[in-house]
């Protein structure tokens, strides 16, 4: 089945690039267990976005331009290590909330054989907010659990 570029699936791939080059800057940027939290949720990106291309391809839709989302993204992961930790996990709630909104819709709208992909996304998103609630409930050992979860059960896995 081929489908339309709906501007949900454009915010879809736009969202990952911006995510993988926050985290990206974020972990050149930082230092110790930032810099490890950093990476791990870059890997979660970049994961998720070579997703979102694969199914873009399958799909033949064509791929919006990705440069400004990259850009902001690049600049936002560079104020990880110079603003405070809890305002970063909350900046990153508040980034989150509106992809988490769209991916939802996405897998809500989805033929039956998208599902597992939208759910992916979303629970992609989910995992990313959880990381930050973790964090802001000073819980930081279990932070990274949903994201190493996501990325150690998908390693390998095709969609």
């Not at 949900?8 to 791939?13: A, H, N, P, S, Y």
């Not at 998720?48 to 694969?54: E, F, G």
Request: net charge neutral.
């Amino acid at each position: 089945m081929y489908l339309k570029l709906s501007k949900d699936l454009i915010v879809t791939l736009q969202s990952e690039a911006y995510g993988e080059a926050s985290f990206r800057s974020a972990y050149y940027v930082s230092t110790g267990v930032k810099k490890r939290k950093a990476k791990a949720l870059w890997q979660l990106e970049i994961q998720t976005k070579s997703r979102v291309l694969d199914y873009f391809e399958y799909n033949q839709l064509p791929i919006p331009d990705l440069k400004m989302a990259a850009i902001k993204g690049s600049f936002l992961g560079l104020i990880f290590p110079i603003f405070p930790w809890r305002l970063v996990m909350k900046i990153i709630l508040k980034e989150t909330e509106m992809f988490l909104d769209v991916f939802q819709r996405l897998e809500a709208q989805a033929p039956k054989q998208d599902k597992p992909f939208f759910k992916y996304l979303v629970d992609h998103e989910i995992a990313i907010r959880r990381f930050a609630e973790l964090e802001l409930e000073n819980s930081p050992e279990q932070a990274l659990q949903a994201v190493t979860c996501l990325l150690s059960h998908n390693e390998g896995d095709s969609e």
